[in-house]
């Protein structure tokens, strides 16, 4: 599969690009975020939801674990996971997302080697930090999302 990088100056970009990125996702997509703390994973998220045009505000949900964001349209919900405080693929299945799978988008943070169990192949953006003195980030994903 072939991967893009996008530099991303601001947090703002980091939602334009969710926005373009919510454009090539559909029901039963499963998204996985990686990347180190800080890294803009959530701000990509919000960006995702107003390009899906959900409701509710986008918080990371590393306390709840999951939050499901319904259609403000026809469009699809969106289920945004964070399993940094999961401790393996038992725990993630354990979250009963299954019923909302086919009909969601489903973006999980931290989620790499991990969601695999929610059915469809998931695809995997990378975002990190391009220097430490700068707000800069790096955003590798597949080529067919940009």
């Known amino acids: 599969m072939s991967r893009t990088e996008v530099d991303v ?8 690009l969710g926005r373009r990125l919510a454009a090539h996702l559909r029901g039963g997509d499963v998204v996985v975020l990686t990347g180190p703390l800080g890294a803009g994973k959530t701000t990509l998220v919000q960006g995702v939801a107003a390009g899906l045009g959900v409701t509710g505000a986008v918080t990371s949900p590393t306390f709840v674990l999951a939050r499901v964001h319904p259609s403000a349209a026809d469009g699809p919900d969106l289920v945004h996971v964070d399993a940094y405080r999961l401790h393996g693929r038992l725990e ?7 019923a909302s799978l086919a009909t969601s988008v489903v973006v999980v943070e931290w989620g790499e080697g991990l969601a695999d169990v929610l059915g469809s192949p998931p695809q995997v953006v990378r975002l990190d930090r391009v220097d430490p ?6 955003v590798t994903l597949p080529s067919h999302l940009v």
Do not use: C, H, I
């Open 9 to 16: 100056e601001t947090a703002q970009d980091m939602r334009d």
């Open 133 to 138: 003195d700068s707000d800069r980030r790096r």
């Open 92 to 98: 993630l299945d354990d979250l009963d997302l299954g």
